[in-house]
């Protein structure tokens, strides 16, 4: 990877970080209104899967989706008009939080229900069978989702009939509440997937360049063999599993302890190391970051709300 895009995937992982920061802030101050989940912690991972992919290959991902918006080429105004519901955002105000999504983009959604996008993941890349071409569906999901019949009926339908579906599980060691270790029989979750004898591996999901190159290894197996791979990100949320979360079941020194391999300051030392970036440039891109959280703020909170109408619009296809 050269010099121009390791610096873009340092832009993305830090705009992700201030725009779920910058969201939090309103979250509390009433402005933005359901359910939201927060990336904090977790930015390598999109980052680096979405910058392995290629343009025509399919992304599709749970509900904690703002950051998988942001690496597909959502821009950060339309993420903050879709958190305060307004027109101008991506889902045009009518799927919040939750439901991030451009197909133009390949950005297939973020899915409110655990596990319910994973058999829509298989039904995409059946799609593409048919269609006769290579692309891969890439489908994220977090730990708790492989504990569902879903998980199960999409990956063994995958694997029967030889789709090409990248399937990443976001190993942040809770489910909602509960570790790992108390709700799976098995603590490494790649595991799950030798049940269908399925080729998988597990990385560092707080190291960028790791994710992007298992990634990239990983597609090209879906792509070359016509058939499923299940890769296994660990990694870890800073904040609750949403933001009514009391944070009760797990310690301070616990998350303290996680925040000193933050991904962004991994990949940071990695670059200044390397020689690819000095420490300034980094700053510079920091502070371009800031205000470009700024202006999407300012976008959001200026941007008309819904018409009462639109209602009804985006509800069934017009023919």
């Excluded at 998350?255 to 700053?283: C, H, M, T, Y």
């Amino acid at each position: 990877m050269n010099k121009k895009d390791q610096l873009e995937l340092y832009h993305q992982m830090v705009l992700i970080r201030r725009v779920e920061e910058r969201g939090a802030e309103l979250y509390q101050q009433g402005k933005i209104g359901g359910f939201m989940h927060l990336y904090i912690g977790q930015e390598a991972v999109s980052t680096g899967i979405v910058a392995a992919r290629e343009p025509r290959d399919r992304v599709i991902t749970a509900y904690r989706d703002h950051g998988v918006a942001i690496n597909c080429g959502i821009p950060a105004n339309q993420v903050m008009a879709e958190l305060l519901g307004k027109a101008t955002g991506t889902s045009k105000g009518k799927g919040g939080s939750m439901h991030m999504a451009d197909t133009s983009k390949n950005m297939w959604g973020g899915h409110a229900i655990v596990g319910g996008h994973l058999p829509i993941a298989s039904g995409l890349a059946l799609g593409d069978q048919y269609a006769g071409n290579d692309n891969v569906t890439i489908c994220m999901f977090g730990d708790g989702a492989t504990n569902i019949g879903y998980f199960h009926e999409a990956l063994n339908l995958a694997k029967t009939w030889g789709l090409r579906v990248l399937w990443i599980c976001e190993n942040n060691i809770y489910g909602m509440g509960t570790s790992v270790e108390r709700a799976s029989a098995v603590h490494e979750i790649r595991q799950k997937a030798e049940g269908y004898g399925m080729k998988n591996s597990r990385v560092d999901g707080m190291d960028v360049m790791k994710v992007y190159e298992a990634t990239k290894e990983a597609i090209e197996y879906v792509r070359k063999n016509s058939e499923p791979y299940f890769l296994e990100c660990t990694t870890y949320r800073y904040r609750g599993h949403s933001m009514g979360d009391p944070e009760r079941y797990r310690k301070q020194e616990e998350v303290k302890k996680w925040e000193e391999s933050d991904p962004i300051g991994i990949f940071r030392r990695q670059l200044i190391e390397g020689k690819i970036a000095n420490a300034k440039a980094l700053d510079d891109i920091e502070a371009q970051v800031m205000d470009e959280v700024a202006k999407a703020v300012e976008f959001a909170e200026t941007s008309p709300e819904p018409a009462l109408e639109d209602l009804f619009t985006d509800v069934y296809v017009e023919n």
